[in-house]
């Protein structure tokens, strides 16, 4: 059963498009996230959601029932805030309280309720403190237990962890995976934190510039990705110009060539782009594998639970990651001559030209 649907949704802010024909759909107790860089439309998304904002075109369903002339008070929609948004002058039992005083609900049930969350939340001890003597991470449990408490059929959160530091982050985003594995309720919650979308969403629907780019699992959309913009957003990514010849593709400026295997539909010549994460970059000092291309180490980068390797392969700057045990083992050294081999790579078009591409990708800032 649809938790959520948005069908066909545009919005227009005078002569800006910030919502461009949007449409998917959240199934009942699946938590989604709206991924995406700044500016791409992502909070007006969640924001016509939860009726802050009006459509100037399309539907938006919640578990079945069109609402898109709804006002938001009916919807019935916990939200969630970056800035928490809680009443500063009332404790936490209050401000998670305070929806169920709004429904007028009795006193017997709303000290059952909070009571209830201030457990689900852990937050027990700290039920008379204001918002001033907590933590920014216990704030936003208290924004959450408030939005949970009337019950809403959805729950929607807006960058919920912006205004945290990034350890505070790590560990609200994992408490709430854990909590939404234990209440199932339907929700979706905006990011442009890819790793944080990782990490937390049964479904991540990735937006840029107003439009959806892709929709999927953070497996789909991170080991398959369905355009350059998706591939070079979400994880790192090598950028590396080649050309393709028949079943070939020659890397530029470097001797040797990789198998292409071209789908129907694909170019079977000229320019192309190939994208290949860092830790789908084997290297050796042996050539002994087909599709192996030379390279010289220029750089060598302890990351803490693994290390990174520049490569110079023909014209192009390429990173591996090695692991730990791995890199102590065979001893790199700068300088040396290595052949490197990509276990997976996907290949786009670039009869454009490559500078095209690497204004895209520049624009986006993932690459220098």
Known sequence: MSGIRVEQVSKNFKDFTAVDDVGFEVKEGELAALLGPSGSGKST??????????????????????????????????????????????????NIAFGLEVKKKSKKEIKKKVAELIDLVKLNGYNHHYPTQLSGGQRQRVALARALAPEPR???????????DAKVRKNLAQ?????HKRIHVTGIFVTHDQDEAMEIADKIILINRGRVEQIGTPQEIYESPHSKFVASFVGNVNVIDSFIEQDSIFINGAAGSIPYHASEGDE????????????????????????????????????????????????????????KDEYLRLQWQEGERVYAYFKYYKVFDASGGFHKVHAMLKQYGYIE
């Open 45 to 94: 998304i969640l924001r016509i959601i939860a009726g802050l904002e009006k459509p100037d075109r399309g539907q938006i369903y919640l578990t079945g029932q069109d609402v898109t002339t709804q006002s938001a008070r009916k919807r019935n929609i916990g939200f969630v805030f970056q800035h928490y948004a809680l009443f500063k002058h009332m404790t936490a039992e209050k």
């Open 175 to 179: 408490w709430i995976r854990d909590l």
């Open 268 to 323: 079977e010549s000229g320019n192309a782009v190939l994208l290949v994460r860092p830790e789908e970059v084997s290297i050796s000092r042996q050539n002994c594998k087909k599709g192996s291309i030379e390279g010289v180490i220029t750089g060598l980068y302890y990351r803490g639970s693994y290390y990174e390797i520049h490569l110079d392969v023909g014209d192009n700057r390429i990173k591996s990651i090695v692991n």
């Open 154 to 164: 959805v729950l929607l959160l807006d960058e919920p962890f912006g205004s945290l």
